[in-house]
């Protein structure tokens, strides 16, 4: 039994160690297989990739071969172009040469030339010097000399004719620019056809009933009189039915007071505190109508830039008239007859039109600044900065100043224009208003007036005083001394009736 299992046991470890040498020898022959798998591959892998070298070899054995053919041919075309480009070269260095050599030829033969020239130029000289020579011996003359006498006697030859023919000229031209200044100035006044037209001394209001005349005179007349002291005008009831004719030398006081009055007959409230109001207020509508006016004559004329402030006493001009004729219409007329003027000479056309529409500024306050409207014009224009060619143009209208361009001769030139047509003008009606404006002037310079208004066409006067600086017996006094410096200094047809009002107020205000 033990020998049964012995013997199994030998013959299974025999088995066991068998499997194992089989085993490994099995592993062995797997190993050696594989490795000859491997090797074929990489030979095979080997053998491809020396193909594919030796054909890569064979491009670029075949591009370089073609790269350098290329090359020979571009380095043969640069050989033969840079041949020719030397052949050129040689050729111009040739022609230069030629060339150079020719234009030293021509200096040497010049250079002959002036050396010849020269030399007869000294031969003409001396021979010119001993023939001048000779004349002064035999006339008896030196050169400068016979120079004069022999111009001395040309010009007395051709002196009739010269005379003669300078008339003629003269005269020939003296026509001509008649003729052609007619001929401008008929071109420009037939080019402006505005009508003309005279203002009056007075204004008619018209009003609604006899209810609102008897409002408007008040009670004892206080209201009239308020409203002509406010106003400064005369105000007339029953000369139109109707109406109410407001009368006053002053075109400015007279619209004053009419706004003020028809403002009033509008509210219904007619008392001495609403006239005063609207008084005041009419005069600040004014202040817009006359800025209103102005504007509409720079449209009108074109002209532009100039200072805002010269408007509002642009505007005045407008309410003003010189000879009957209105003083705004008659400098925007100018402005369109300068500039047509100026277009026909060649002058500045912006500079003429704006000296003929500013020439009479000085109008529109000559009755409150002392001096010429002339000098108070070019004072104004000079204040706001207004171009000085502006100024001389309009400063000689009234040849006060010499004509420094010519601007200034054709604004004056069309002041005549305009102020000459047929009907513009009326010289009774200036003196007249000169005539009150120099009665007011000589009733504003006395101490303790407020100020004064000439009505009833002059016959009267009426002088509001300071009562804190006038009493009732300097009243009187002042009546008197005015009423005999209007006869030692004024000229005026009648008499005149010096009325002196002198007013306290006092006013207070409960709270």
């Not at 025999?14 to 499997?19: C, E, I, Q, R």
């Not at 408007?311 to 209105?326: M, W």
């Not at 143009?393 to 010519?406: C, F, G, K, L, R």
């Not at 005549?416 to 000589?442: C, F, M, T």
């Amino acid at each position: 039994m033990n020998l049964t299992i012995l013997t199994l046991s030998l013959f299974a470890g025999a088995v066991f160690v068998a499997g194992g040498i089989i085993g490994y020898f099995l592993r062995v022959l797997l190993l050696l297989g594989k490795k000859g798998s491997m090797e074929l591959t990489i030979k095979a892998r080997m053998m491809e990739a020396e193909t594919k070298a030796s054909h890569v070899v064979a491009e670029a054995t075949s591009k370089s071969t073609q790269i350098l053919e290329e090359a020979k041919k571009q380095i043969a075309e640069k050989e033969a172009t840079q041949r020719k480009l030397e052949e050129r070269l040689l050729s111009k260095d040739a022609l230069l040469d030629k060339r150079q050599g020719d234009i030293d030829k021509e200096i040497e033969g010049i250079k002959v030339k002036i050396a010849e020239l020269k030399e007869i130029k000294e031969r003409i000289e001396g021979t010119k010097e001993e023939t001048e020579k000779k004349l002064a011996e035999v006339a008896g003359l030196s050169r400068d000399e016979a120079k004069a006498s022999l111009f001395a006697a040309v010009e007395k030859k051709a002196e009739e004719d010269i005379m003669v023919r300078m008339q003629k000229l003269e005269i020939g031209a003296e026509e001509r620019l008649d003729r052609r200044a007619k001929d401008i100035l008929a071109t420009s006044i037939q080019r402006l056809a505005n009508s003309t037209a005279s203002e009056t001394m007075s204004t008619n209001v018209p009003i609604p009933s006899d209810e609102v005349k008897g409002k408007i005179i008040g009670k004892e007349g206080r209201n009239i009189r308020a409203f002509e002291r406010a106003a400064g005008v005369e105000v007339l009831i029953d000369e139109t039915p109707g109406s109410i004719v407001l009368s006053s030398f002053d075109s400015v006081r007279r619209q004053v007071a009419r706004l003020a009055l028809e403002n009033l007959i509008k509210d219904g409230r007619i008392q001495p505190a609403r006239i005063e109001e609207m008084v005041a207020k009419a005069k600040g509508d004014l202040d817009k109508i006359m800025k209103e006016k102005a504007e509409a004559a720079l449209v009108e004329t074109g002209i532009f830039n100039l200072d805002p402030r010269l408007l509002a006493i642009l505007g005045r001009l407008h309410f003003r008239t010189s000879f009957g004729q209105n003083v705004l219409q008659h400098s925007t007329e100018m402005a369109h007859i300068a500039g047509m003027l100026a277009e026909e000479l060649g002058a500045d056309v912006s500079v003429a039109k704006a000296g003929a529409l500013l020439h009479d500024i000085g109008k529109a306050v000559d009755h409150e600044v002392q001096g010429t409207h002339v000098e108070i014009g070019r004072k104004i224009l000079q204040k706001f900065g207004v171009d000085n060619k502006i100024i001389q143009a309009m400063q000689s209208h009234h040849e006060e100043y010499p004509y420094e361009t010519i601007e200034s001769i054709i604004v004056q030139t069309a002041d005549s224009i305009s102020g000459g047509r047929p009907g513009a003008r009326r010289d009774s009606v200036e003196n007249y208003i000169k005539r009150l404006q120099d009665l007011e002037a000589l009733a504003n310079n006395t101490p303790g007036v407020e100020k004064s208004y000439a009505i009833a066409a002059g016959r009267e006067i009426r002088i509001f005083v300071n009562p804190t600086l006038i009493t009732d017996l300097d009243a009187l006094k002042l009546a008197q001394d005015l009423a005999r410096r209007i006869e030692a200094e004024l000229r005026y047809p009648g008499e005149i009736k010096v009325c002196v009002i002198r007013e306290t107020r006092v006013i207070e205000h409960a709270r």
